[in-house]
């Protein structure tokens, strides 16, 4: 056989594979480019909705000089995003800035972010201790225990600093043994 004879029975080879494969080749090709645009769009708008939160953000924290109640709104409807940095800085920039005078509001801020899906274990820690810092005025010894004791349960990088704050708390309440089985537990973890 010559080239020329075996070129053109790959030609029709191949002309007849695509023609008999033509449907499936047009839905994968679809499918494909589908795809292809979804994931642009989708990049473009999770984008778009960055900058329109810090906008929000930066816009409250323009206004907290003027208008606070307005500045609040705008801080609160940030903490109900869901976004895994600015709702937790709306509620730091709430409680440092005294916005919000009702502790289990911000208490139940501090459960909405907690409940951030796509926010990483150690931040979320260090937030479940920031939130134990903010309990400690008011005494809630279960709920303060509640939040650090997943913490000092594990082996997050936080754990010594919770099982601190706890024994530290005992200590400001004049519960020695309580502080002192905390303060145990940090040492047989230094010890290791």
Do not use: C
């Amino acid at each position: 056989m010559s080239k020329e004879t075996l070129n053109n029975t790959l030609q029709k080879k191949t002309t007849h594979l695509i023609k008999k494969n033509l449907k499936s080749l047009v839905i994968v090709s679809t499918f494909l480019i589908l795809t292809l645009f979804s994931y642009i769009f989708y990049t473009d708008l999770k984008k778009k909705n960055e900058i329109k939160i810090s906008e929000e953000y930066i816009q409250a924290t323009i206004q907290f000089k003027e208008k606070k109640d307005i500045a609040k709104e705008l801080l609160e409807n940030i903490i109900n995003k869901n976004h895994k940095f600015y709702s937790p800085l709306a509620l730091y920039f709430i409680i440092d800035n005294r916005l919000e005078k009702d502790s289990l509001k911000i208490i139940n801020f501090f459960d909405k972010i907690l409940s951030i899906s796509s926010m990483n274990q150690e931040n979320l820690n260090l937030i479940k201790i920031k939130k134990a810092i903010f309990l400690f005025s008011f005494g809630e010894e279960k709920l303060i225990i509640k939040t650090l004791n997943p913490i000092i349960n594990s082996e997050s990088v936080w754990r010594n600093v919770a099982i601190k704050l706890i024994s530290d708390y005992f200590l400001s309440k004049n519960q020695k043994t309580k502080a002192e089985e905390y303060i145990q537990l940090l040492n047989n973890k230094i010890k290791k």
